[in-house]
């Protein structure tokens, strides 16, 4: 089975600064990948950025970064320059192999407010 | 290009009737998946199709949820004899693919309401 934690409800950040949103995993496959998404409050689901298991750099989108850590289980967002546009729900998701091949599993989501 | 569509974007229902929610994939997406979101359960996956092939049904939380793909294409969700715990935010999700970095581009989602 596959699980995604996400242990910070809430999180604060000044505009301009970096911020860093945390995602564990777990999974028995060795084949994976892991999604970062971003929801405002207008509730659509906007793909940011990902990261195959096997990938030997990190990936990076703009302003965005992913933090792997494959020892660790830690797939962590950070947004640089953060602005005030920054400010939703951001949620961190696998897709793995066998049974769970195809599918998304999320975690429970980080609420990010950017504070001019 | 268009993304994905979803109708209705709202739908209010009374308990023990059934609805449809329909879900239209972006042009040539063979993947499609149906998620749920509330506030007790987060972001939950539903049922996914790939193709031609026997779509996974594993997420379904109960045999009142069906869901069908006509044509590879648009996908209806059917809830039967709706309950209150049904209600939540139904997304619909397609992808060029099901492999593991095809990112899936989502709709904007129906919200359902069961009085």
């Known amino acids: 089975a596959q699980k995604i934690t996400q242990t910070q409800p809430g999180m604060f950040v000044q505009e301009k600064e970096a911020v860093t949103l945390d995602c564990t995993y777990d999974t028995s496959d060795p084949s994976y990948g892991l999604f970062w998404y971003k929801q405002p409050s207008s509730g659509e689901m906007i793909f940011l950025i990902y990261q195959g298991s096997y990938d030997q750099q990190n990936a990076t989108e703009g302003r965005y970064s992913l933090n792997f850590q494959k020892a660790r289980k830690s797939a962590n967002l950070v947004i640089s320059a953060s602005q005030l546009g920054d400010s939703a729900m951001y949620f961190c998701a696998m897709r793995g192999g066998g049974t769970s091949y195809g599918k998304l599993t999320f975690g429970q989501g980080t609420i990010l407010t950017v504070h001019p | 290009g268009a993304g994905v569509s979803q109708s209705p974007s709202n739908k209010v229902t009374e308990k023990g009737k059934d609805v449809e929610l329909r879900c239209d994939p972006i042009?040539?997406?063979?993947?499609l998946y149906w998620y749920r979101q509330s506030l007790g359960q987060g972001l939950e996956f539903l049922i996914y199709f790939q193709g031609n092939s026997a779509p996974d049904k594993s997420g379904l939380p109960s045999d009142r949820f069906s869901a069908e793909r006509t044509g590879g294409s648009v996908s209806t969700l059917t809830i039967q004899r709706t309950q209150q715990e049904d209600s939540a935010v139904y997304l619909c999700?397609?992808?060029?693919?099901?492999?593991?970095?095809?990112?899936?581009?989502f709709g904007p989602g129906t919200r359902l309401t069961v009085l």
């Open positions: 042009s040539g997406h063979t993947a």
């Open positions: 999700a397609s992808s060029v693919t099901s492999g593991k970095n095809n990112e899936q581009f």
